[in-house]
T-cell receptor
Framework: SQQGEEDPQALSIQEGENATMNCSYK?????LQWYRQNSGRGLVHLIL?????REKHSGRLRVTLDTSKKSSSLLITASRAADTASYFC??????????FGTGTRLTVIP | NAGVTQTPKFQVLKTGQSMTLQCAQD?????MYWYRQDPGMGLRLIYY???????DKGEVPNGYNVSRLNKREFSLRLESAAPSQTSVYFC??????????????FGAGTRLSVL
């Protein structure tokens, strides 16, 4: 399976703290995406980073990509209770399909 | 603008029954996908349709069939449901075709239980 793995599986932090979650994958990729899933809902795209990029920012989100280590990290700064959700990385390979990781469940405590 | 709409939202089947999950998108996207989501497994691709008139197997196609009825609609059929198909099913769509256009938009999901 080309499925990635997120680490940690679950993360609980206080509102205002930063949250970092990691993703490791197995094959070479064209790009890597992060998605968010609120409980009982579908996934929502957050950010895409291409294989030739090392870092990307979007609002309170910062994504890094290290293709030599086949890993990525998602940092959410100044977390809010509304950030409580599951976060998934997804890798896109030559076949253009996405392979999703197993997810990190983030809980932000008000 | 509804995005991706899935029906039904919930379904309970008995082993051996058949059913079709419906999906429609109003974003004029070329590509559509069916995934299943199981605890601890993330999302796994069942089938996809890169463009109208084509369908291809994903990672876990056994026990499923699909139909790309037109550009808007992509249905998933379980011919003889099994308890192992108890899952949450998500439909998604994307523009596809060029790099970085495979940002996928998801429906709200269908929660299926097979008894």
């Amino acid at each position: 399976s080309q499925q990635g793995e997120e680490d940690p599986q679950a993360l609980s932090i206080q509102e205002g703290e930063n949250a970092t979650m990691n993703c490791s994958y197995k094959t070479s990729i064209n790009n890597l995406q992060w998605y968010r899933q609120n409980s009982g809902r579908g996934l929502v795209h957050l950010i895409l980073i291409r294989s030739n990029e090392r870092e990307k920012h979007s609002g309170r989100l910062r994504v890094t990509l290290d293709t030599s280590k086949k890993s990525s990290s998602l940092l959410i700064t100044a977390s809010r209770a509304a950030d409580t959700a599951s976060y998934f990385c997804a890798t896109e390979s030559q076949a253009n399909n996405l392979f999703f990781g197993t997810g990190t469940r983030l809980t932000v405590i008000p | 603008n509804a995005g991706v709409t899935q029906t039904p939202k919930f379904q309970v089947l008995k082993t051996g029954q058949s059913m079709t999950l419906q999906c429609a998108q109003d974003m004029n996207h070329n590509s559509m996908y069916w995934y299943r989501q199981d605890p601890g497994m993330g999302l796994r691709l069942i089938y996809y349709s890169a463009s109208e008139g084509t369908t291809d197997k994903g990672e876990v196609p056994n026990g499923y069939n699909v139909s790309r009825l037109n550009k808007r609609e992509f249905s998933l059929r379980l011919e003889s449901a099994a308890p192992s198909q108890t899952s949450v099913y998500f439909c998604a769509s994307s523009e596809q075709g060029t790099l970085a256009k495979n940002i996928q938009y998801f429906g709200a999901g269908t929660r299926l239980s097979v008894l």
